[in-house]
């Protein structure tokens, strides 16, 4: 179990320049699961400082997302652009308490410093020339930037909670800028400054970000205070072991849902992408709540499957509750219809939600496969329906009417004992009559159990549409 003898409180930080992407997704799910099974909170902050980039439609989109996907936040959503001002001030105090100082290198010499970085192969690395210099020596007309004085010798170790112990040498780690020669902060500030103020005990997210770990805890202690625990976790990749794209499913969250997949099953998917509790692969949000902890973190990638989640998310179709799977479903099936469903058409699918889900993999699917029930007469016919519908289907169905028209109770059993009634009089297969049927009354050369089927539709209706066919002759 990971040790917390502190209140625990997480963060999720998005920069609102974009939708809520499936790997911050993973991440926020993470932070909130960890928050709620230490009985703890899960804050949201909105990172907006990149003001040309940050847009009212992505903060919507990343609030809709995660709203969808059930993920709440505790207190008043934190927007970090409102803060700057105090940002900048503290940046101005480690200045006046001599932890930073001005540094007036142009953009001249910085690319020089990074030319010759690129020539010796080494990461760019600022070479403090301003860092004891006095600014009595700056140029006329040139704003400076403000720089933390990193330690120059030693090592700065992370007891990360994934990662295990990270150290880097202090020499690898120059003295990053604090504000901007406009006097607004940077990021890095910026995030150490918000994470301290909000009282973020731990700080779950992607490995990319490790290498700031170690130079916002440098931040930390220049401030005086104490540093959250990090913990790093692997990054997502595709299926094939390449850095996630969009062909591999590095979508929005909102994709997902027109795709037709269930907020509970994705939950599920993305809590198991590098995350495990023994063989279990079908976790339910509470188990997930009272399981869920960081030991349980692999330090490998995770490998995103679409065939996997459509597995993961049939089996959620197929254990939701006929109701609200057809809530789920009917804004897909009113949008392919073009008009909402009346009183007939939502019976229908309320009757017919068992047979039909077994049958799908996610919500497009099975909107699709449920259009029989609601369209209007005649069908059209897909090609394998035509192909069925022979000319001597076609007769078939025309006798096979006129004994179903004579049943008196129109209920399951009763037309499937007509119906082998009539194969055994015309000697024919049961299929000779079952696979026209199935053509005339869904269009299609696959459905739930016709006579499931036809006793969902009524007799008026299955009568009808047999009659639509069998006339065609």
């Given at each position: 179990?990971?040790?917390?003898?502190?209140?625990v409180?997480t963060?999720?930080?998005p920069?609102?320049?974009?939708?809520?992407?499936?790997?911050?997704?993973?991440?926020?799910?993470?932070?909130?699961?960890?928050?709620?099974?230490?009985?703890?909170?899960?804050?949201l902050?909105?990172?907006?400082?990149?003001?040309?980039r940050?847009?009212?439609?992505?903060i919507?989109?990343?609030?809709d997302?995660?709203?969808?996907?059930?993920?709440?936040?505790?207190?008043?959503?934190?927007?970090?652009?409102?803060?700057a001002?105090?940002?900048?001030?503290?940046?101005?105090q480690l200045?006046?308490?001599?932890?930073?100082?001005?540094?007036?290198?142009?953009?001249?010499?910085?690319e020089e410093m990074?030319?010759?970085?690129?020539?010796?192969?080494?990461?760019?690395?600022?070479?403090?020339?301003?860092r004891?210099?006095?600014?009595?020596?700056?140029?006329?007309?040139?704003?400076?930037?403000?720089?933390?004085?990193m330690?120059?010798?030693?090592?700065?170790?992370?007891?990360?909670?994934?990662?295990?112990?990270?150290?880097?040498?202090?020499?690898?780690?120059?003295?990053?800028?604090?504000?901007?020669?406009?006097?607004t902060?940077?990021?890095?500030?910026?995030?150490?400054?918000?994470?301290?103020?909000?009282?973020?005990?731990?700080?779950?997210r992607?490995?990319?970000?490790?290498?700031?770990?170690?130079?916002?805890?440098?931040?930390?202690?220049?401030?005086?205070?104490?540093?959250?625990?990090?913990?790093?976790?692997?990054?997502?990749?595709?299926?094939?072991?390449?850095?996630?794209?969009?062909?591999?499913?590095?979508?929005?969250?909102?994709a997902y849902?027109?795709?037709?997949?269930?907020?509970?099953?994705?939950?599920n998917?993305l809590?198991?992408?590098?995350?495990g509790?023994?063989?279990?692969?079908?976790i339910?949000?509470?188990?997930?709540?009272?399981?869920?902890?960081?030991d349980?973190?692999g330090?490998?990638p995770?490998?995103?499957?679409?065939?996997?989640?459509?597995?993961?998310?049939g089996?959620?179709?197929?254990?939701?509750?006929?109701a609200?799977?057809?809530a789920?479903?009917l804004?897909?099936?009113?949008?392919?219809?073009g008009?909402?469903?009346?009183?007939?058409?939502?019976?229908?699918?309320?009757r017919?939600m068992?047979?039909?889900?077994?049958r799908?993999?996610?919500?497009?699917e099975?909107?699709?496969n449920?259009m029989?029930?609601?369209v209007?007469?005649p069908?059209?016919?897909?090609?394998?329906?035509?192909k069925?519908?022979?000319?001597?289907a076609?007769?078939?169905l025309?006798?096979?009417?006129?004994?179903l028209?004579?049943?008196?109770?129109?209920?399951?059993?009763?037309i499937?004992?007509?119906v082998?009634?009539?194969?055994e009089?015309?000697g024919?297969?049961?299929?000779?009559?079952?696979?026209?049927?199935?053509?005339?009354?869904?269009?299609?050369?696959?459905?739930?159990?016709?006579?499931?089927?036809?006793?969902?539709?009524?007799?008026?209706?299955?009568?009808?549409?047999v009659?639509?066919?069998?006339?065609?002759?």
């Open positions: 179990m990971t040790s917390t003898s502190a209140p409180v963060r999720f930080a920069s609102p320049t974009g939708f809520l992407h499936i790997g911050g997704a993973r991440t926020a799910l993470f932070n909130w699961l960890f928050a709620k099974h230490h009985g703890g909170k899960f804050l902050r909105i990172e907006d400082t990149d003001r040309k940050s847009t009212q439609e992505a919507d989109a990343i609030l997302g995660m709203g969808w996907l059930g993920l709440d936040w505790d207190d008043e959503i934190v927007f970090q652009f409102s803060r001002d105090h940002h900048a001030a503290l940046a101005r200045l006046a308490d001599g932890k930073a100082y001005h540094c007036y290198a142009s953009p001249e010499e910085l990074r030319a010759a970085a690129r020539a010796e192969g080494r990461p760019m690395c600022y070479d403090g020339r301003w004891d210099r006095d600014p009595a020596e700056a140029p006329e007309g040139v704003k400076p930037v403000v720089r933390l004085k330690p120059q010798s030693g090592e700065t170790e992370i007891a990360d909670l994934v990662q295990g112990s990270v150290t880097v040498g202090n020499e690898q780690l120059d003295d990053m800028i604090l504000l901007r020669a406009d006097g902060p940077t990021y890095m500030l910026s995030v150490v400054v918000d994470d301290h103020d909000m009282g973020v005990t731990h700080i779950v992607g490995d990319d970000h490790l290498t700031n770990a170690f130079r916002q805890t440098q931040l930390y202690a220049a401030l005086g205070w104490q540093a959250p625990l990090f913990a790093h976790i692997p990054l997502i990749h595709g299926a094939d072991g390449a850095k996630l794209s969009k062909r591999h499913g590095a979508l929005g969250v909102d849902r027109d795709m037709g997949y269930l907020p509970a099953a994705l939950r998917y809590l198991r992408l590098g995350w509790h023994g063989d279990d692969e079908i339910s949000t509470a188990q997930a709540v009272e399981w869920f902890d960081l349980g973190v330090k490998s995770a490998r995103f499957d679409f065939v996997k989640l459509g597995n993961l998310n089996i959620y179709m197929r254990e939701t509750d006929p609200e799977l057809l789920a479903v804004p897909f099936i009113e949008e392919k219809l008009h909402p469903l009346d009183d007939t058409q939502r019976a229908r699918l309320e017919g068992d047979g039909l889900r077994s799908a993999k996610n919500l497009v099975l909107a699709e449920a029989f029930y609601v209007d007469r069908l059209a016919l897909n090609a394998k329906a035509e069925i519908l022979n000319d001597e076609r007769s078939r025309a006798r096979l009417q006129d004994a028209s004579t049943l008196d109770s129109w209920s399951e059993d009763a499937e004992a007509a082998r009634g009539f194969v009089a015309e024919c297969k049961l299929g000779e009559a079952a696979q026209p049927l199935r053509a005339a009354l869904s269009g299609s050369n696959s459905s739930p159990g016709i006579f499931e089927v036809m006793d969902i539709l009524g007799r008026d209706e299955a009568l009808a549409r009659a639509d066919q069998a006339r065609a002759t």
